[in-house]
């Protein structure tokens, strides 16, 4: 087939390709290199494109072999890719992670209070976390650099009201709101930075009651959440979060981040990233993540709550 153009028109493999011969044969080699090392290829100094490629063709003889060719990488998706990794290993001037808001996220203060943990809800927290006990390691997977400019984690807004997990009426507790709560597929454990903590409930959770939830990565507490995923309706969600010191956060960011145990993995959702939208041709801002739609979540009970 006669090259018509420098890149693939269709990347299926259901439909031909078309690319430069150079590109072609620069895949054989790489499939071939350091492979079947005993064939040997008689050819003279000066050769033409034909005469050499026959010289191959004819010393392999019956010998063939796969060969995967996907589409060459432009010059800017090179400098593209050099760019992120560069990131990867600087540190960001600013040492933090910010997150970008979805899309049609509401005003924090249209949010409703987180309504008061049940005694049953409050007993269920309980008895899960006794048997499914956070691990006793650090809540981030991979610590991550990020430049102030390139923001990778979606945030929301929500309300949530924190109390111990064996908190009595009378037992201090703390609501906190926040409109950039990040989500965070790569954390194990929902988190909150000690920091955002006042005094009081500091020392609340210094007391020994609080030991058998205490490990040397912070403090198991139980809250009563709303979360605010775009346009949709909030999640009423009660869960458990780890209360962690800043400095074992990755970039030491102050602030809440929403994990996968009890949280996460208890939600039913699909992502929208900016880039997918705006490859379908929406119009999407370079100020937002793009879109978090929700189906529904798993209550303490077990029961599934449809959005």
């Known amino acids: 087939m006669a090259a018509t153009s420098p890149l693939a028109s269709k990347t299926s493999t259901s439909h031909p390709l078309s690319f430069p011969p150079s590109h072609v044969l620069r895949a054989v080699a790489t499939s071939m290199n350091w492979r079947d090392r005993d064939i040997v290829v008689n050819v003279e100094r000066e050769m033409t494109w034909r005469s050499a490629t026959a010289a191959v063709l004819d010393a392999l003889g019956d010998r063939d072999g796969p060969v995967h060719i996907s589409a060459p990488r432009l010059r800017g998706a090179k400098e593209y890719i050099k760019r992120l990794a560069l990131e990867q290993v600087t540190p960001s001037g600013s040492g933090n992670i910010h997150g970008l808001p979805l899309r049609n996220a509401p005003d924090l203060a249209s949010l409703p209070h987180p309504k008061p943990t049940s005694m049953s809800a409050r007993a269920k927290l309980k008895e899960d976390l006794r048997r499914e006990p956070i691990p006793d390691r650090e809540p981030y997977l991979l610590r991550i650099t990020a430049t102030a400019e390139d923001r990778w984690l979606p945030s929301i807004p929500g309300t949530i009201e924190i109390s111990g997990v064996d908190s009595v009426p009378d037992d201090?507790?703390?609501?906190?709101?926040r409109s950039d709560i990040l989500i965070d597929t790569g954390a194990h454990v929902s988190t909150i930075?000690?920091?955002?903590?006042?005094?009081t409930f500091r020392e609340y959770l210094s007391d020994?009651?609080?030991?058998?939830?205490?490990?040397?990565?912070?403090?198991?507490?139980?809250?009563?959440?709303?979360?605010?995923?775009?346009?949709?309706?909030?999640?009423?969600?009660?869960?458990?979060?780890q209360v962690v010191p800043l400095d074992s956060v990755p970039n030491q960011r102050s602030g809440i981040i929403l994990g996968q145990n009890s949280v996460i993995d208890s939600i039913e959702y699909s992502s929208r990233p900016r880039k997918t939208l705006i490859a379908r041709g929406e119009k999407v801002l370079d100020t937002v993540w793009g879109d978090i739609v929700v189906d529904g979540y798993v209550n303490v009970d077990g029961d599934y709550v449809t959005i």
Not at 193 to 199: G, K, P, S
């Open 172 to 177: 201090p507790q703390i609501t906190l709101s």
């Open 208 to 241: 020994s009651i609080h030991d058998p939830y205490r490990s040397s990565t912070g403090v198991t507490v139980q809250l009563a959440g709303v979360f605010a995923f775009g346009d949709q309706p909030a999640l009423e969600m009660d869960c458990i979060f």
């Open 193 to 199: 930075t000690d920091d955002l903590l006042d005094d």
